[in-house]
């Protein structure tokens, strides 16, 4: 696609429930980044990968939260058993390559624990 | 550790008038820095980067930002403020030579006012 595409936008969920987000980024891109961003804040960094391989999970906050890239392409992050702290907007970014080139964002997802 | 200091979270200016963004980073080894800005309900844009070379560096609709080691200091400014300047700008720290795995500072909203 022309841009990285996060789906859903926005996403409710009870307490308790698991989700999976997803990111499709841009079309060769190799990297690809996941952040969360609580209102207010800046982007927090979460993980990302190189190809299929996830390079640094660094970032993660604990165990509940895992993220995959198979094929290295599109992106999944998910979060299981939901807690209410866990809302905020996840964002996604690829680049092109390894190195100092510009990661491109997408609109991120919106989750809201209830 | 690194770190990003967005000195005020909230910024207003008239428009015409001169635009300038306040950002301190703490590093260890040389960084490259970078200013996001970010419209609502879109993702985040890369402004302009700074990674080695000139100090003064210029990006996208008319923003400069100058490197300043003996600051630690990587403002952005704009000489005249448009209407279309109002948003949130992030400034981002990275050690690495992975120019997607950013620390952010937590913001500074921008407002035009006619």
């Keep these: 696609g022309a841009g990285v595409s996060q789906s859903p936008r926005y996403k409710v969920t009870k307490r308790g429930q698991d989700v999976a987000l997803r990111c499709d980024p841009i079309s060769g891109h190799v990297s690809l980044y996941w952040y969360r961003q609580a209102l207010g804040q800046g982007p927090e960094f979460l993980t990302y990968f190189n190809y299929e391989a996830q390079q640094d999970k660094s970032g993660l906050p604990n165990d ?11 992106s999944t992050l998910t979060i299981q058993r939901t807690e209410q702290r866990d809302s905020a907007m996840y964002r996604c970014a690829s680049s092109s390559n390894r190195g100092l080139t510009e990661a491109f964002f997408g609109q991120g997802t919106r989750l809201t624990v209830v | 550790a690194q770190s990003v200091t967005q000195l005020g979270s909230h910024v207003s200016v008239s428009e015409g008038a001169l635009v300038l963004l306040r950002c301190n980073y703490s590093s260890s080894v040389p960084p490259y820095l970078f200013w996001y ?43 005249s403020a ?33």
């Design chain 2, 37 to 79: 800005v970010q419209y609502p309900n879109q993702g985040l844009q890369l402004l302009l980067k700074y990674t080695t070379g000139a100090t003064l560096v210029k990006g996208i609709n008319g923003f400069e930002a100058e490197f300043k080691k003996s600051e630690t200091s990587f403002h952005l400014t704009k000489p």
């Design chain 1, 64 to 74: 509940r939260f895992s993220a995959e890239r198979p094929e290295g392409s599109i």
């Design chain 2, 82 to 114: 448009h209407m279309s300047d109002a948003a949130e700008y992030f400034c981002a720290v990275t050690e690495g030579n992975q120019g997607g795995k950013l620390i952010f500072g937590q913001g500074t909203e921008l407002s035009v006012k006619p």
